[in-house]
């Protein structure tokens, strides 16, 4: 019996542990800018919250501003189906700040 549930939670782990590369992030489209939002350039990532990190958004998020800029979270993670696909729904706004 302990053989089988030590087996379960391994397989458990090993799928788990996959699910991470087979829902990456991708980018999307930015959240428009509010009032007094400023001019910088705003880049946006459609993601999934169970196997993407924050780390990882801010990481893409530097890379896709390029290098002297620094981006900035502009507004908190929101879920806009019509933006993101259904598989990634949640969405993450930067703005890259000169």
Same mark, same amino acid.
């Given at each position: @019996?302990?053989? *089988? ?8 782990? %090993?799928? +788990? /542990?996959? &699910? !991470? ?5 991708? $980018? ?8 007094? /939002? /400023?001019? *910088?350039?705003?880049?946006? #990532? &459609?993601?999934?919250? %169970?196997?993407?990190? +924050?780390?990882? %958004?801010?990481? +893409?998020?530097? $890379?896709?501003? /390029?290098?002297? *800029? $620094? ?7 929101? @879920?806009?189906? *019509? ?6 729904? !949640?969405? @993450?706004? #930067? !703005? &890259? +700040?000169?």
């Amino acid at each position: @019996m302990a053989k *089988s549930v030590v087996l379960v939670l391994a397989l458990l782990s %090993l799928v +788990l /542990g996959g &699910c !991470a590369d087979a829902l990456p992030p991708s $980018e999307g489209a930015p959240a428009a800018a509010g009032p007094g /939002g /400023g001019l *910088s350039p705003r880049v946006a #990532f &459609c993601y999934n919250r %169970l196997t993407t990190t +924050l780390h990882r %958004l801010e990481a +893409l998020a530097a $890379e896709a501003c /390029g290098p002297g *800029s $620094e981006p900035r979270p502009v507004e908190d993670k929101d @879920m806009v189906l *019509s933006a993101c696909p259904i598989t990634t729904p !949640a969405r @993450m706004t #930067f !703005a &890259c +700040l000169k």
